[in-house]
C-alpha cells in the first residue's frame, strides 16, 4: 500500500473515528441493557402545581407602579400578618411578582421536597439576590399540594438594567429554589395496582418492545406474561399477589433489573456549525462512486491479507494547474467501518464527511436516516 503525502495526516478526528470503528466487534452481551434504562414503569402521574408569589430583596429591580398586582399582593400578605396599608400605600422597588411553579411527583409524601421554578410576572429588571416569600402551589382540582420559599438562584446576573452599556449574563428574571417546596398534601398512596403494570420505552422501536417482552417471559419463566402491543408500551400482567404494595416494589424491582439488547436505527447525525459527525454502526450504503479533490483511492474487491474484505491502493494525483479529481468505488451495502476507512484514506476533514453524507442522502445511496442539527 502507497501512501500519499500528508494524506493520512489532514484528518485528525477521522483517524480516531476509523480507530473507534475498526475495534472488534462486541457482542450482543456487552450490548445489553437493563429495562430500567430502556423504559419507566407507569404507575401514577406527576401533577403540575401553579402558584402565585411575591419576590423580595431585590436591589432596585424590582416591579415599577405598572404592576400594581405585586402592590395589591404586598398588601394582602400584610394585611394577613394584621398590618393594614392600602396598595397605592407602597412605594418600593425592591419586590416583583412572580409566577411559582413545580411538578408533583406521583406517590410523594407529606415533607417531600421538590424543585420550584420562579418567573417574573411584571416589569422587573432582575430577580437577583432576591427571596421567594412563602406561596402556595396548587393543581388543576384547585386544591393546595405544596407550598414554597426560599433564596433565589438565577444562575445569571443584569448588571444596568435594559440600558445601553449594561452588562447581561443568562435570562435574570427567572430562577429556580432547588428543593424550595414542601409537600402538603399527597396525591395518593400505592395501596392496590390495576391488574396490569405498563411499561413505557424512552425510545420507540418495534424490535426493542419485542425483545423487552420475550426478555421478561423468559426472566420468570412465565410465557404470555408480558405483551408488546405497540412499538412504545409494553405490558406485564399482574395477578392478585404481585399486585399487593409489598410484593410490587420487589417486583418491579427484579423487572428493572433484566437486560434486553435494544434495537438501533440507523442514523447519521451531524452538526453543521461544529462540524460533529456521529455515525451509527448499522449505517451502510448502496454500490456507489465518490470524487473528491486530491486524492485517489482504489477498492479492486477483496483482498486475503485485509480483515476487513478490501485491497485498498491510495496514490497521490500529479501536481497540475486544473482541479485534480480524487475517486474510489465502495462496494455493494459495505458497512461504516468500511465507509470510513475508505473516506479516512483519502484524507477528508469532518466538513467534507458531511457534505458527502448529504449528498450520498440525496442520491438515494445512503441507508440511513440523515439528522443535521
Not at 430502556?38 to 419576590?55: C, D, H, I, K, S
Not at 414542601?182 to 424490535?207: G, S
Not at 435494544?262 to 454500490?287: F, L, Y
Request: aromatic share 4%; glycine share 10%; hydrophobic share 45%.
Amino acid at each position: 500500500m502507497r501512501k500519499t503525502t500528508g494524506g493520512w495526516y489532514r484528518s485528525g478526528l477521522l483517524a480516531i473515528m476509523l480507530r473507534v470503528l475498526v475495534a472488534p466487534p462486541v457482542t450482543a452481551q456487552d450490548n445489553q441493557v437493563r429495562i430500567k434504562d430502556l423504559a419507566q414503569v407507569q404507575m401514577g402521574n406527576e401533577m403540575p402545581l401553579t402558584g402565585l408569589g411575591l419576590v423580595i430583596g431585590l436591589e432596585g429591580t424590582g416591579d415599577g407602579r405598572r404592576a400594581d398586582f405585586t402592590f395589591q399582593m404586598m398588601a394582602n400578605m400584610m394585611h394577613n400578618m394584621h398590618l393594614a396599608v392600602e396598595p397605592n400605600q407602597l412605594r418600593v422597588r425592591n419586590v416583583a411578582g412572580v409566577t411559582v411553579t413545580a411538578v408533583l411527583p406521583p406517590f410523594a409524601r407529606q415533607g417531600t421536597r421538590i424543585d420550584v421554578q420562579v418567573a417574573s410576572l411584571g416589569d422587573a429588571r432582575s430577580l437577583q439576590g432576591g427571596t421567594l416569600v412563602q406561596s402556595t402551589l396548587m393543581g388543576p382540582d384547585g386544591s393546595v399540594y405544596a407550598i414554597a420559599q426560599g433564596p433565589l438562584s438565577i444562575g445569571g446576573y443584569n448588571l444596568g438594567g435594559i440600558a445601553p452599556g449594561a452588562v447581561r449574563k443568562n435570562h435574570s428574571v427567572v430562577g429556580a429554589v432547588p428543593g424550595g417546596g414542601i409537600v402538603t398534601r399527597e396525591v395518593r398512596r400505592l395501596e392496590y395496582t390495576e391488574p396490569e403494570l405498563v411499561l413505557l420505552l424512552y425510545e420507540e422501536d418495534w424490535t426493542t418492545a419485542a425483545r423487552t417482552a420475550d426478555a421478561i417471559d423468559t426472566h420468570f419463566e412465565a410465557p404470555g406474561l408480558a405483551q408488546a402491543v405497540d412499538p412504545a408500551t409494553v405490558i406485564v400482567a399482574l395477578d392478585e399477589e404481585r399486585r399487593r404494595p409489598a410484593n410490587m416494589v420487589e417486583f418491579v424491582s427484579r423487572l428493572e433489573e433484566i437486560r434486553v439488547v435494544p434495537d438501533v436505527r440507523a442514523r447519521v447525525v451531524v452538526n453543521e456549525r461544529t462540524g460533529t459527525v456521529i455515525i451509527g454502526e448499522h449505517v451502510s450504503v448502496s454500490a456507489v462512486a465518490l470524487a473528491h479533490g486530491g486524492l485517489k483511492l482504489k477498492i479492486p474487491g477483496p483482498a486475503a491479507d485485509d480483515p476487513w474484505g478490501f485491497g485498498v491502493e491510495v496514490e497521490e494525483e500529479p501536481d497540475r494547474l486544473h482541479p485534480i479529481i480524487s475517486s474510489f468505488d465502495v462496494g455493494a451495502m459495505p458497512t461504516v467501518r468500511e465507509l470510513v476507512r475508505s473516506l479516512n484514506a483519502l484524507g477528508v476533514t469532518p466538513r467534507d464527511l458531511i457534505a458527502i453524507m448529504q449528498s450520498l442522502k440525496t442520491a438515494g445511496a445512503l441507508r440511513a436516516e440523515l439528522i443535521i442539527q
